[in-house]
């Protein structure tokens, strides 16, 4: 069982900079794919960023390329997002996930989820 405890969420300007972050309990942390996910209210949750376990294959939703990096710390069991130049549209409640996942950029695939953390991006 792996819980998962996002923060660093907040309110900011447009332009702004955010930087999430996603700790993890358990051992197996290291050993899991991990993800950004996004909801806004009344849309479904889209797919962020996600990174496998050594870090070395990442994926970005192209409306955040180039503005938000992911990465993580498995020695600290910590998944990261620095979001940069936000925009009003990235406003939404972003979970962390982990699991062991085929297609990286499905939500479906993903067995352990956080509570979720807001980000409000005002114009």
């Known amino acids: 069982q792996v819980q998962l405890v996002e923060s660093g969420g907040g309110l900011v300007q447009a332009g702004g900079s955010l930087r999430l972050s996603c700790v993890a309990s358990g051992r197996t942390f290291s050993s899991y794919v991990t993800g950004w996910f996004r909801q806004a209210p009344g849309k479904e949750r889209e797919f962020v960023a996600a990174i496998n376990r050594n870090s070395g294959s990442i994926l970005y939703a192209d409306s955040v390329k180039g503005r938000f990096t992911i990465s993580r710390d498995n020695a600290k069991n910590t998944l990261y997002l620095q979001m940069n130049n936000l925009k009003p549209e990235d406003t939404a409640v972003y979970y962390c996930?982990?699991?062991?996942?085929?297609?990286?950029?499905?939500?479906?695939?993903?067995?352990?989820w956080g509570q979720g953390t807001q980000v409000t991006v005002s114009s």
């Open positions: 996930a982990a699991g062991y996942v085929g297609t990286m950029t499905s939500g479906q695939q993903y067995r352990y």
